[in-house]
T-cell receptor, first 115, second 114 residues
C-alpha cells in the first residue's frame, strides 16, 4: 500500500531552470495538495485540487503552477526556479467520508535545492 | 484567516518523563484540529484529530490531546516519553468552510535525553 508517492526525492537545479515535481496517490482520494516546508514556518499550502478538474491557489502560489492530470496525479511545476524556492515539497491527499473531510495523508517529500 | 501558533520551537525531555506540546489556534468557525509527527527525512504522520464531540482525544503511540475552546488551545500530551518520540511535531487547523485546507504551526522539535 504505497499511499502518496512523490518523485523525485532529491533534486538540485540551477537558477532559471524548470522542473516538474510528480505526485500520485493510490487511495482514490478526491482532494490533493502541494505544500512547501521551510525551517520554523511549518508547512505552507502552495496549491490544492479539491477534485479532479479543479485547482486553486493556496497561501504561497507565486512562481508555481499545477496540473491535476487525473484523479491519481497532481504535479507541481517550477517554470523558472529561484533560490527562494529551495525547500522541501510535500504532496498530500484526502477524501470526504462520514460527512467530513478526512485527515490528509502525506508523501515523503521532495528535497529541492536551487543554486 | 486561520492561524496556528506553537510557542515552543524546541523541547528537551528525559526518557520516561511526561511531555506537553502547546498549540494555540485562531479561527472564527468550528475548527478541525490535528497533530502530525515528522521523523527526520520523512513525511508527516497523523497522530490524532479532533472534529467534534469529546474534547479529549486519543491518538497513536500513546499520545492524547485536549481541545479547549475557551483557550483556543489543542495541547498534545504523552505521560511517558520514549527515545523514539524524538521528532518534530506539527499542530494544524482546518475546517469544512476552508475546504479542508490546513494551516500549520511552525512546529516543535522534541529531543529526548537518555
Amino acid at each position: 500500500n504505497a499511499g502518496v508517492t512523490q518523485t523525485p526525492k532529491f533534486q538540485v537545479l540551477k537558477t532559471g531552470q524548470s522542473m516538474t515535481l510528480q505526485c500520485a496517490q493510490d487511495m482514490n482520494h478526491n482532494s490533493m495538495y502541494w505544500y512547501r516546508q521551510d525551517p520554523g514556518m511549518g508547512l505552507r499550502l502552495i496549491y490544492y485540487s479539491a477534485s479532479e478538474g479543479t485547482t486553486d491557489k493556496g497561501e504561497v502560489p507565486n512562481g508555481y503552477n499545477v496540473s491535476r492530470l487525473n484523479k491519481r496525479e497532481f504535479s507541481l511545476r517550477l517554470e523558472s526556479a529561484a533560490p527562494s524556492q529551495t525547500s522541501v515539497y510535500f504532496c498530500a491527499s484526502s477524501d470526504w467520508s462520514g460527512g467530513v473531510n478526512q485527515p490528509q495523508h502525506f508523501g515523503d517529500g521532495t528535497r529541492l535545492s536551487i543554486l | 484567516a486561520q492561524s496556528v501558533t506553537q510557542p515552543d520551537i524546541h523541547i528537551t525531555v528525559s526518557e520516561g518523563a511526561s511531555l506537553e506540546l502547546r498549540c494555540n489556534y485562531s479561527y472564527g468557525a468550528t475548527p478541525y484540529l490535528f497533530w502530525y509527527v515528522q521523523s527526520p527525512g520523512q513525511g508527516l504522520q497523523l497522530l490524532l484529530k479532533y472534529f467534534s464531540g469529546d474534547t479529549l482525544v486519543q491518538g497513536i503511540k500513546g499520545f492524547e490531546a485536549e481541545f479547549k475552546r475557551s483557550q483556543s488551545s489543542f495541547n498534545l500530551r504523552k505521560p511517558s516519553v520514549h527515545w523514539s518520540d524524538a521528532a518534530e511535531y506539527f499542530c494544524a487547523v482546518g475546517s469544512q468552510a476552508a475546504g479542508n485546507k490546513l494551516t500549520f504551526g511552525g512546529g516543535t522539535r522534541v529531543l529526548v535525553k537518555p
